[in-house]
């Protein structure tokens, strides 16, 4: 048996490709989430972390806030590198769609969703001074991401 290289997980259009498709039938069902992994590119409430990055430079902006918007425009650059492609509607997409990422990262870094105590969690594990540390990267409460169905 020969096993196919060509996943989502090695090939940044492929991974595109599979968040689109994904994406697409999640929302149009009607009061229904979907989570998916494996692709090695996280997904939360629908966007890549440089859709998000996008979206808070764009309201950095709007509030004048130029500390932020500087860490936020450094952050990017270092995801354009990984990330490839933006979806056009990126700022109108429903948030149904959740992707954990991967189980495991070439580092040994772990990204996973986590649903817990009312709230839905993109979360990442990753070696700090020889210990686990478990990092929040982005998080809504299921009250809040209910509304916005």
């Known amino acids: ?16 490709l599979h968040n689109s498709i994904m994406y697409e039938w999640s929302a149009k ?5 979907l989570i998916t992994g494996h692709t090695h590119q996280p997904v939360f ?3 890549t972390q440089l859709e998000r990055l996008y979206k808070k430079i764009q309201a950095a902006k709007r509030d004048n806030n130029s500390d932020e918007l500087k860490e936020l425009e450094k952050e990017s650059r270092k995801q354009e590198k990984r990330i490839t492609a933006v979806s056009v509607d990126y700022l109108t997409m429903i ?12 580092d040994g870094d772990i990204t996973g969703i986590e649903i817990a105590d009312g709230s839905i ?6 070696m700090q001074d020889q210990k686990s540390q478990r990092i929040v ?8 991401l209910v509304k916005q169905l």
Do not use: H
Not at 121 to 126: A, D, S, Y
């Open 1 to 16: 048996m020969r096993i196919n290289p060509n996943t989502p997980a090695y090939d940044v259009e492929r991974k595109t």
């Open 29 to 33: 069902q009607q009061d229904r989430l």
């Open 45 to 47: 409430e629908s966007l």
């Open 95 to 106: 948030p149904s769609y959740f992707n954990s990422g991967c189980c495991c990262f070439s």
């Open 121 to 126: 969690r993109l979360i990442k594990w990753e």
């Open 137 to 144: 990267l982005e998080e809504i409460s299921l009250a809040e």
